[in-house]
């Protein structure tokens, strides 16, 4: 079996410790792993890339020309919407945050409120405005760029990311914020291990299934009420919080998926 897994060239050094143990897992499964990054074409014998980037378009024209990408385009254009997102949760009934476009200060309620850009990630195109000069101040740098507005929900800076494989949950780590709204690890938010209640579990299924994903996280907020709404999909979804709660190698966990998937075509 042979197969690329691919990143821009940035992403690829900042997650060189993840692909060198995809790789490694890999190579004991008898898989050919190899990096593909930027313009680099697939080899045409591949049986799957592992697409790790947030690029729809890219993603789509490989499938158009007879590769199997994981996760498939679509999963990767719904996650990287955050209005998509909310409108895919509406319609399987799962509790998300209100999530309406806004293109000026004219388009939101009453403040506080949350605004992002669609296609933002990692936390960092997202602010909590509470007066119409800070809205404003977000409409003028991100001018050009669709946004969106949602309540401020009070969840003490805290949210669940569950790891899904297919329809199985592979993990999920609870997140804290440290002195910010965002509960993003990356910005330097704590984690710890999280289990999921029967009813969370039934909840993110039915969001995968829908997708047809493969490999994504799925991010709530915890509400004081013990509840939670969807905030968030991720795809590609980073591991560094799987890796630190968990006992287990991610990698090992996603190449042997893929085997087995691969396998059973």
Excluded at 151 to 160: L, N, R
Excluded at 175 to 195: A, H, P, W
Aim: charged letters at 30%.
């Amino acid at each position: 079996m042979k197969g690329h897994v691919y990143y821009s060239s940035a992403e690829a050094e900042r997650n060189r410790g993840f692909i060198d143990d995809l790789m490694n897992h890999a190579s004991r499964m008898d898989i050919a792993l190899t990096l593909l990054v930027d313009e680099k074409k697939p080899d045409v014998d591949t049986d799957f890339i592992l697409f790790r980037d947030r690029n729809p378009l890219l993603s789509a024209k490989w499938e158009s020309v007879g590769f199997r990408v994981i996760n498939r385009s679509e999963v990767n254009r719904i996650a990287n919407d955050k209005l998509k997102t909310f409108e895919l949760a509406s319609l399987l009934g799962v509790s998300a945050v209100p999530t309406q476009k806004a293109e000026n200060v004219s388009d939101l309620p009453s403040f506080p409120v949350v605004l992002k850009t669609v296609d933002g990630h990692g936390g960092n195109e997202v602010f909590l405005c509470h007066a119409t000069e800070e809205a404003e101040g977000f409409f003028a740098d991100f001018e050009g760029r669709r946004t969106i507005v949602q309540p401020f929900i009070e969840s003490d800076a805290t949210d669940v990311r569950v790891f899904m494989l297919g329809e199985e949950v592979l993990g999920a780590v609870k997140r804290i914020g440290d002195d910010s709204f965002k509960s993003n690890f990356t910005l330097g938010g704590k984690v710890e291990r999280y289990t999921l209640s029967s009813w969370q579990e039934k909840e993110v299924r039915k969001l995968a299934r829908a997708l047809k994903s493969d490999y994504i996280g799925i991010d709530f907020l915890l509400l004081p009420d013990g509840g939670w709404m969807l905030n968030e999909i991720e795809d590609p979804v980073g591991a560094r919080s799987l890796y630190q709660t968990h006992n287990f190698s991610v990698a090992e966990k996603v190449m042997q998926y893929l085997k087995r998937k691969l396998e059973d075509l």
